[in-house]
């Protein structure tokens, strides 16, 4: 059985940081794209960021400069470091899985979600 739980969430001032983690089981994690997700107030699921196990990461515009997504392949685990916090960026974070490494930036090319943690940042 294919888990994905996240970590992390919290709330920060704009400017602040926060990382998330998600640790991943029940899948080949070496052969697998890890993606995160969010979906703030009222809106649709945004891709945030993806990285396969070649380690070639993509971000959405939105993010780029200010978030960082790595992954440890010997602890299952994904990480999403946030910097310079927006209040645009409230939201509930999900992390995705998906069992090969081809580039994939939309919700339905995963089939794996965690149930999401929540990042609320004031102005």
């Known amino acids: 059985q294919v888990q994905l739980v996240e970590s992390g969430g919290g709330s920060v001032q704009a400017g602040g940081s926060l990382r998330l983690s998600c640790a991943v089981s029940g899948l080949r994690f070496g052969g697998s794209t890890i993606a995160w997700f969010r979906q703030g107030p009222g809106k649709e699921t945004e891709f945030v960021g993806t990285?396969?196990?070649?380690?070639?990461?993509t971000y959405a515009d939105s993010v780029k400069g200010r978030f960082t997504i790595s992954r440890d392949n010997a602890k299952n685990t994904v990480s999403l470091q946030m910097n310079n916090l927006k209040p645009e960026d409230t939201a509930v974070y999900l992390c995705a899985a998906r069992g090969d490494y081809t580039l994939a930036t939309t919700g339905g090319q995963y089939g794996f979600w965690g149930k999401g943690t929540q990042v609320t940042v004031s102005s």
């Open positions: 990285i396969p196990y070649t380690n070639k990461v």
